[in-house]
């Protein structure tokens, strides 16, 4: 299977600390994005990284990609109970029309 | 405005019925995409369309049929529903081919199959 893992499964933090969720997977991939999904809702694009890339920042968002561990990095910092959501990443391939998802991360951040 | 939009958003029905789930998209995107999510939060790709074509069907049960009318719509027919079928129903699009991979999701319609 494609499917990616992600690590650890759920992650109980308090606000102002940061939250890093990793993500593994098992093909060469063109692209890794994060996902967010509130509960209830659908999932809200937080950030793509290309293969030939190996951070990226996005406000308190920090990405990491190693190609050669095929594993990915999520940090939020300074987390807010507004973070409380769950983090999926998705990997993309080459012709782009499929994109594979893990099985994602349970971020809950206490105020 | 709502980018795209599914309906309906809940769906309560009983087993051996059959039922339709429609997506819009108003980005002006190619690709279209269904997506299972299953109770433990497991997303799997059902099926992808560009440009109105079916690209990807990945082993999804010949009950399923997805229906792409024109490229800012994509339904999914369900007929004869299983118990198993229960979950819930995302749609998305994205532009590819334009390094604009990103996806862009519906809310989510909860199929609950008596």
């Known amino acids: 299977s494609q499917q990616g893992e992600e690590d650890p499964q759920a992650l109980s933090i308090q606000e102002g600390e940061n939250a890093t969720m990793n993500c593994s997977y098992k093909?060469?991939?063109?692209?890794l994005q994060w996902y967010r999904q509130n509960s209830g809702r659908g999932l809200v694009h937080l950030i793509l990284i290309r293969s030939n890339e190996r951070e990226k920042h996005s406000g308190r968002l920090r990405v990491t990609l190693d190609t050669s561990k095929k594993s990915s990095s999520l940090l939020i910092t300074a987390s807010r109970a507004a973070d409380t959501a769950s983090y999926f990443c998705?990997?993309?391939?080459?012709?782009?029309?499929?994109?594979?998802f893990g099985a994602g991360t349970r971020l809950f951040v206490k105020a | 405005d709502t980018a795209v939009s599914q309906t309906p958003k809940y769906l309560v029905t009983q087993m051996g019925n059959d039922k339709s789930i429609k997506c819009e998209q108003n980005l002006g995107h190619d690709t279209m995409y269904w997506y299972k999510q299953d109770s433990k939060k497991f997303l799997k790709i059902m099926f992808s369309y560009n440009n109105k074509e079916l690209i990807i069907n990945e082993t999804v049960p010949n009950r399923f049929s997805p229906k792409s009318p024109d490229k800012a719509h994509l339904n999914l027919h369900i007929n004869s529903l299983e118990l198993g079928d229960s979950a819930v129903y995302f749609c998305?699009?994205?532009?590819?081919?334009?390094?604009?991979?990103?996806?862009?999701f519906g809310p989510g319609t909860r199929l609950l199959v008596l």
């Open positions: 998705a990997t993309g391939y080459t012709g782009g029309f499929k994109t594979i």
């Open positions: 998305a699009s994205s532009q590819v081919g334009r390094g604009l991979e990103t996806q862009y």
């Open positions: 093909t060469s991939i063109n692209n």
